[in-house]
């Protein structure tokens, strides 16, 4: 049983420039959370993808999107990249429907993401 | 004040020892409360989840939840060096799905000693 996947595992980029993350969910989830972990922090919730919709966001600005396919995959975007946007980014699957059993959000090993 | 607090540590303890990790919380509409165990470069794994107040047992893992205190625990007995991780304790309002974004603690890093 496949966990969740991210990649990259490492990125390193400049301020000003643009990155994409990638997600693959638990199999047999649809919902996939962006969280952003910085050094010493919890994770600190990004945004929700659900049906290919973004379902809920956290307090983060638009130069943070996101975007879920059809098999449920999701990419976060960043653009116009800060020095404070280096961090590591997790991705959480979930069930959009959950039972008690079932109500748990998985999350993968994340990306870290350097910005110099 | 954060919505979630979390004393980030570090702790250190003797293997064998019980530790017990500890969050309070500010929002009192917090209903479901979960312990996640991060080791270093990993994504975080869920140790426990409970919903309302109570105590729940796993094994060597006991998570209690007081909401008249807006106070949870993780109780760890006889700790082994591979316990060596970030606790991080997450909470939110409403049930999962689509309405299931998590606050979480800065984590409290555990370091047991052999």
């Known amino acids: 049983d496949a966990g969740v996947t991210q990649s990259p595992t490492h990125l390193i980029k400049t301020r000003g420039q643009q990155v994409t993350l990638r997600c693959s969910p638990k199999?047999?989830?649809?919902?996939v959370s962006w969280y952003q972990q910085a050094l010493g922090q919890g994770p600190q919730f990004i945004f929700q993808?659900?049906?290919?919709?973004?379902?809920q966001r956290g307090n983060f600005p638009d130069r943070f999107s996101g975007h879920q396919f059809p098999n449920y995959s999701s990419e976060l975007n960043v653009n116009a990249l800060l020095l404070g946007d280096s961090a590591l980014y997790l991705c959480?699957?979930?069930?959009?429907?959950?039972?008690?059993?079932?109500?748990?959000?998985?999350f993968g090993p994340g990306t870290r993401l350097t910005v110099l | 004040q954060k919505e979630v607090e979390q004393d980030p540590g570090p702790l250190s303890v003797p293997e064998g020892a019980i530790v017990s990790l500890n969050c309070t919380y500010s929002?009192?509409?917090?209903?479901?409360f979960m312990w996640y165990r991060q080791y270093s470069r990993k994504g975080p794994e869920l140790l426990m989840y409970?919903?309302?107040?109570g105590n729940k047992e796993d094994g060597r893992f006991t998570a209690q939840v007081d909401k008249s205190s807006k106070y949870i625990s993780l109780f760890i007995r006889d700790s082994q060096p591979s316990d060596s991780a970030t606790y991080l304790c997450?909470?939110?309002?409403?049930?999962?799905?689509?309405?299931?974004?998590?606050?979480f603690g800065k984590g409290t890093k555990l370091s047991v000693k052999p």
């Open positions: 959480a699957s979930s069930l959009a429907l959950p039972s008690p059993s079932t109500d748990t959000q998985y």
């Open positions: 199999s047999g989830h649809d919902t």
């Open positions: 993808y659900y049906e290919e919709e973004e379902r």
């Open positions: 929002n009192s509409a917090f209903q479901y």
């Open positions: 409970t919903y309302s107040s």
């Open positions: 997450a909470m939110r309002e409403n049930y999962g799905g689509s309405q299931g974004n998590l606050i």
